[in-house]
C-alpha cells in the first residue's frame, strides 16, 4: 500500500549528525511518533524553556500524528523561520515539512509557498528533494496550474523515482493533460510498484477508459475493489464499474 506523502513526510526526523543515547530531541520525536499526546506535551514543555527549532519540530510531528494538521503547519513554519535566522542547514526540511501539513490541510496556497521557501533553500537533496518537487506539483495542481505541475513531477521523478506515489501522480496529471502516452506509461511504472494498491488500479482503470479498453478499465476497476472496498479509490472504482451494468429490459 502507498503510504501518503502527508503522513511519510510529516513523520521524518530532520538529518543531522548523530546524537547521543538519551539525547532530548530524539526522545521528543520518538514520542511524538509513537505516543503522540504525549509527544506534543514534552515538546510544549521544552519550547516553553527554550528548546528552539528542535521543540517545535518535535511539536509538529507531535500534532501531525494527531491530524491537527493546520496546528502542525504552523509549527514547522515557526522551525524554519528560526532556522533560517540561524542559518540552520537543515532549514529546507523545516519547510517541507510545513509545506506537506499545509497540503494536509487542504491549504494548498500555504504549501506553494512553504514548498517554494524549501527548494529555494538549496538545502535538500535526493529523495527529499523529489519530494519536494511531488508536493509542490500537488499544490500547483489544486490550484489549476498543470503544465507547472508537469515540470515539478518530471523534477521529483529524476530524485523519487522510485516512489510508486510519483508515478501514479504523473500518470493522473498525464491523464487530465490528455497525454494518453505518458498516462500509459506512467502508470505502468506505477503499477510495476504498486499493483496491490487500490489507488493505482484505479488510475489504471480510468485511463484504460479513457482510451477505450474497455476490458482493462473493468478488470483494473476490480482490482481495486477488491483490494479496497472501504477506501475511497475502492468505491470511486465501483461507481466507475457502474457504467458496464446491463440495464435492466422491462
Not at 523534477?155 to 491523464?175: E, F, I, K, Y
Request: hydrophobic share 50%; proline share 5%.
Amino acid at each position: 500500500m502507498i503510504i501518503p506523502i502527508v503522513f511519510a513526510a510529516a513523520l521524518q526526523a530532520v538529518a543531522g549528525p548523530p546524537a547521543p543515547a538519551g539525547d532530548r530531541y530524539h526522545r521528543c520525536l520518538a514520542a511524538a511518533t509513537q505516543r503522540p499526546a504525549e509527544g506534543e506535551s514534552e515538546a510544549t514543555r521544552w519550547k516553553a524553556v527554550g528548546g528552539g527549532v528542535q521543540a517545535r519540530q518535535c511539536l509538529g510531528v507531535a500534532l501531525a500524528n494527531q491530524q491537527h494538521w493546520m496546528s502542525a503547519a504552523e509549527e514547522f513554519e515557526g522551525a524554519a523561520s528560526d532556522a533560517h535566522a540561524a542559518r540552520d542547514p537543515d532549514v529546507g526540511s523545516y519547510w517541507a515539512q510545513a509545506g506537506n501539513a499545509w497540503l494536509a490541510a487542504g491549504e494548498a496556497v500555504k504549501a506553494q509557498h512553504a514548498l517554494d521557501a524549501a527548494l529555494a533553500s538549496g538545502t535538500l537533496s535526493g529523495l527529499h528533494l523529489g519530494e519536494a518537487h511531488l508536493d509542490r506539483a500537488r499544490a500547483l495542481v489544486a490550484a489549476g496550474a498543470l503544465a507547472p505541475a508537469r515540470t515539478d513531477i518530471d523534477a521529483a521523478l529524476a530524485d523519487a523515482g522510485d516512489d510508486p506515489l510519483a508515478w501514479l501522480l504523473s500518470a493522473t496529471l498525464a491523464r487530465r493533460m490528455n497525454d494518453w502516452p505518458r498516462a500509459k506509461h506512467d502508470i505502468g511504472e506505477a503499477l510495476s510498484r504498486a499493483a496491490d494498491d487500490a489507488s493505482v488500479q484505479l488510475e489504471a482503470g480510468n485511463i484504460a477508459a479513457a482510451t477505450g479498453d474497455e476490458e482493462a478499465a473493468k478488470g483494473a476497476w476490480d482490482q481495486a475493489m477488491r483490494i479496497g472496498p472501504e477506501t475511497a479509490a475502492g468505491r470511486a472504482a465501483g461507481v466507475a464499474l457502474q457504467q458496464f451494468t446491463p440495464t435492466p429490459q422491462r
